[in-house]
């Protein structure tokens, strides 16, 4: 009888040691699952966001994959900052703009 009694403690703590092991997996699963959504979430975002643009400069790729999203946001950013060169000519060619209206309105008065 104390054999018995011996081997089913001993399967009660084999027992709770695969339930622990299956507790710390089913939660680092939950974990990658949560993780894989909001990745899934981000990735639909930014190619929704890229579409129209890639749409109207010709870049459609046939599949979004990682390095299809990465080319169209590289020529999104040289887009940006050309728009910001451009910026930078509009204000100069305004100041210039000013400096002759000034410059009229300071002429000699008739």
């Known amino acids: 009888m104390l054999a018995f ?3 089913l403690n001993e399967r009660e703590q084999q027992l709770e040691q695969q339930q622990s092991k ?3 997996l089913k939660h680092a699963f939950q974990e990658l699952q949560d ?3 909001t990745q899934n979430r981000l990735i639909c975002s930014i190619v929704d966001n890229l579409v129209p643009y890639a749409q109207t400069n010709g870049l459609n790729p046939c599949c979004w994959t990682g390095e299809a999203i990465l080319d169209v946001l590289d ?7 050309n728009v910001g060169s451009l910026q930078d000519q509009i204000r100069l060619l305004q ?3 000013l400096a002759k ?3 009229i309105y300071a002429g000699p008065d008739d």
């Open 95 to 97: 100041r210039e703009m």
């Open 101 to 103: 209206v000034d410059t």
């Open 5 to 7: 009694q011996n081997a």
């Open 35 to 37: 993780t894989s959504n």
């Open 22 to 24: 299956y507790s710390k």
């Open 75 to 81: 020529f999104r950013s040289q887009d940006a900052v």
